[in-house]
């Protein structure tokens, strides 16, 4: 198998936006809140509230459903870093099964058939990882 070196992970610019989304409904709703505690303005700050609040629920929304581990290709050598899993590494050839479902996921199972990773199909370089595991251009 030829030398080859990519990293498929969530697009960077996903995880900036949902950053993005919970430090303004933060901003929004933190001061907002406390100055409707302190002058008793309920009536009026129902709006921003209501702003801040959606701002910051699709942030965490964004950063929860986009908290997919980073696969690291060096040559036939992988390793998985990331969120909810323990960095480790594996070799191609541990690989007993690779698939890609329906809806574009992608799964890799060892000899035994256990799950060694799930990638999610909107990460970046998808294809590169097909044509390493699938051999396909």
């Known amino acids: 198998m030829e030398e080859r070196k990519f990293i498929v992970q969530t697009p960077r610019a996903v995880i900036d936006k949902g950053k993005l989304a919970l430090i303004f409904g933060l901003v929004f709703t933190i001061p907002v809140l406390i100055f409707t505690a302190i ?52 070799s191609i ?28 199909p909107d990460m970046e370089n998808l294809n590169l990882l097909d044509q390493y595991l699938f051999g396909k251009d």
């Open 39 to 90: 002058f008793d303005t309920w009536n009026t700050s129902a709006k921003v509230l209501g702003l801040g609040a959606l701002l910051t629920g699709t942030g965490i929304i964004i950063l929860l459903t986009h908290r997919s581990p980073r696969l690291e290709v060096y040559g036939s050598r992988l390793r998985v870093v990331g969120p909810g899993k323990k960095e480790h590494s594996f």
């Open 93 to 120: 050839d541990q690989v007993g099964r690779a698939l890609r479902s329906p809806s574009g996921d992608r799964v890799l199972f060892d000899r035994q058939g256990q799950v060694l990773l799930r990638l999610s």
